[in-house]
């Protein structure tokens, strides 16, 4: 069983930065981990996901801005989001799934309670 927690939201200016953090018990480093972001209207989306060998990958909105990085020894999952628009206003939610991804975006079955970001024009 893995359970995840979210921290690091918060409100900020477009062009503003925010660095997402997810802690995950029962967690092993050889654990596929994602990011998903959901908007207020509209349906649940994949942001960023990272293999067990560091593998990433981004949707296309967010390429370029967003960074996913793993802390192994913390049993933690960073998202680095640089460059933020109002459009990346949501709810940010962790993700785990028990070995590898091996697709871009597996049925990921460990949610954490989500962490909300808000991007103010």
């Given at each position: ?38 908007a207020p ?51 940010y ?29």
């Amino acid at each position: 069983q893995v359970q995840l927690v979210e921290s690091g939201g918060g409100s900020v200016q477009a062009g503003g930065s925010l660095r997402l953090s997810c802690v995950a018990s029962g967690y092993t480093y050889r654990n596929c981990m994602g990011w998903f972001r959901q908007a207020p209207g509209k349906e649940r989306e994949g942001v960023a996901r990272i293999d067990y060998d560091g593998s990433t990958t981004y949707a296309d909105s967010v390429k370029g801005r967003f960074t996913i990085s793993k802390e192994n020894a913390k049993n933690t999952v960073l998202l680095q989001m640089n460059s933020l628009k109002p459009e990346d206003t949501a709810m940010y939610y962790c993700a785990a799934i028990t070995g590898r991804c091996w697709v871009d975006w597996p049925a990921f079955p460990y949610w954490g309670p989500g962490t909300q970001v808000t991007v103010s024009s």
